[in-house]
């Protein structure tokens, strides 16, 4: 840490403080590159479509000619197609030489690589150079040796994938203090741990790790949400405008990544900047990693990793700051039934999405209630985690949530484990089940710990809730389990200020 001041790390691993109180997606971009990068990008989509149309069209081939040729000089304006027209006179040669050596008609030559006849005899003659579109399918003909390197370069603006800083590590993030202060609790009489604490060292993201990822698990609660359709539903609701997904506890990011790919698919000139935020640098860096994995290569995507607490984010402005004339759109997720683990729900949505505005989206998956919360006895009969001796996914909790245990408390002799139900919850309608350790001394002394809390919603009941905090229902996905129970992935969006 360097005193508290925001530090980017980049890809060489080095550490430097920042200028100001920026954030690398708010300092990086400059307005004027951008849009010209997206008129650009317009422009080649423009190009590209107008010359297939060119192709296929009867009688309006002169219109659509000059039509294409005033679009050209616009892009060229742009410093799009920067190769030099000597350049393309040379790559016209060249392809018509290696056609004709080949033996190829230029009829067989575009049928193989899917361009018109008429494209290709223009290029070849010099009449026009080659789109970006036709650059791309002639590099799909391998036999005709084409060095293409330079006309398919990027344009300077573009951010080179993967290069730009990356991580930011937020003011008042102390992993360090965050341990200490976890190792006192539990050497102390007995307490209450909050849910970060289940993440904050290597050894516990580990077990987690290995729990979320093992089969079961994954069949069971990471997959199957339909990610396609609440990507539709934020395009549909968004409207060409560039999204910042702030994805809270985004651990290994898989799932959102996996929204990441949907909604850009479906975006017509992708503009999307992702920040991974979370306490744990493991889980950070794990999430970071797939994030440069499956998205490095994606144009008008961004990536950064934030490590820094959701209960604070009220102390990092630069993910609230819209500029004036903003046409952005944020989407706040929480995935991987994160809001069941919190303490008091309605606290953190009033307070620390201080900084979202109308119109802006939240995800976030959760686990539907058994029964009634105010049936607590029909709760304990139908709830497998209080109805089950041994209930599914026992072990690998216990390994995850007990090894803190093992490490700090002195002279442990035994851990046992068992479930507790509280009806009185945050959010009406929900009721929550604790973790509990007994922690018996060598001396046999017993100490209880409440080492993690799992709650489960009535879905309208959450939605009310929300909706008085200002979120409005635009979406849900509810999903029954075959063993009974069930969950919900719903997307709201912002209607108001608080
Ligand atoms: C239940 S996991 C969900 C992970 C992931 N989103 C998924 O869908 O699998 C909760 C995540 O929130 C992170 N987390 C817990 N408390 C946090 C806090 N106070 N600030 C930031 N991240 C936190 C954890 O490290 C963990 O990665």
């Not at 003011?171 to 909050?194: A, C, D, F, I």
Request: hydrophobic letters at 40%; aromatic letters at 8%.
């Amino acid at each position: 840490m360097l005193e508290n001041a925001p530090a980017f790390l980049d890809n060489e691993g080095s550490l430097r403080a920042s200028h100001g109180e920026e954030f690398p997606a708010l300092m990086e971009p400059d307005p004027v590159a951008i849009s010209t990068e997206r008129a650009r990008r317009g422009l080649e989509e423009a190009i590209a479509a107008l010359e297939d149309l060119v192709s296929v069209a009867g009688g309006q081939k002169k219109a659509l000619h000059a039509y294409l040729k005033e679009l050209r000089t616009v892009y060229q304006g742009l410093g799009g197609g920067d190769s030099s027209p000597q350049r393309y006179a040379q790559l016209a040669r060249t392809l018509r030489d290696r056609r004709l050596a080949l033996r190829m008609s230029l009829e067989a030559l575009g049928k193989r690589i899917g361009v018109s006849a008429s494209t290709l005899k223009q290029i070849e003659r010099g009449v026009r150079p080659p789109s970006r579109k036709t650059l791309l399918l002639l590099q799909n003909a391998v036999e005709l040796e084409l060095n293409l390197e330079g006309f398919l370069a990027q344009p300077a603006s573009a951010p080179i994938a993967g290069s730009s800083l990356n991580c930011y590590i937020a003011p008042g993030y102390e992993p360090v203090k965050m341990v200490m202060e976890l190792s006192e609790t539990l050497n102390g009489p007995g307490g209450y741990l909050e849910q970060t604490s289940a993440y904050l060292e290597h050894q516990s993201a580990l077990q987690y790790l290995r729990m979320a990822n093992d089969p079961t698990y994954v069949s069971a609660f990471r997959t199957g949400f339909s990610l396609e359709k609440v990507a539709q539903v934020i395009c549909d609701h968004s409207r060409g405008t560039g999204i910042e997904m702030i994805a809270l506890g985004a651990g290994d990011a898989r799932e959102e990544v996996r929204l990441v790919q949907n909604i850009v698919a479906r975006m017509e000139l992708p503009d999307l900047r992702l920040y991974l935020l979370d306490i744990s640098q493991p889980l950070l860096s794990e999430g970071f990693k797939h994030a440069a994995d499956v998205l490095c290569n994606q144009r008008g995507v961004s990536y950064f990793a934030m490590q820094a607490n959701f209960h604070h984010m009220d102390r990092y402005p630069q993910l609230h700051y819209t500029p004036e004339r903003s046409h952005r759109r944020r989407v706040v997720t929480m995935l991987g039934r994160t809001i069941g683990n919190l303490d008091n729900e309605q606290k953190f949505f009033k307070y620390n999405l201080i900084g979202c505005h109308p119109g802006d989206f939240l995800v976030m998956d959760f686990q539907l209630a058994y029964a009634s919360a105010s049936d607590p006895d029909a709760v304990r009969r139908c709830d497998p985690l209080l109805r089950d001796e041994k209930p599914r996914g026992h072990k690998a909790r216990e390994e995850w949530l007990g090894s803190a245990i093992w490490r700090h408390c002195r002279d442990v002799a035994d851990v046992k484990f068992h479930y507790e139900l509280l009806t009185h919850c945050s959010v009406p309608g929900s009721y929550s089940i604790e973790m509990v350790a007994t922690v018996m001394g060598r001396n046999r002394e017993l100490r209880r710990f409440s080492l993690f809390r799992f709650r489960r919603y009535d879905s309208i009941l959450l939605a009310d809730c929300l909706g008085t905090l200002g979120w409005d229902l635009v979406e849900q996905n509810p999903r029954s389990f075959p063993t009974g129970g069930g969950d919900n992935m719903m997307i709201f969006r912002k209607s108001r200020k608080q």
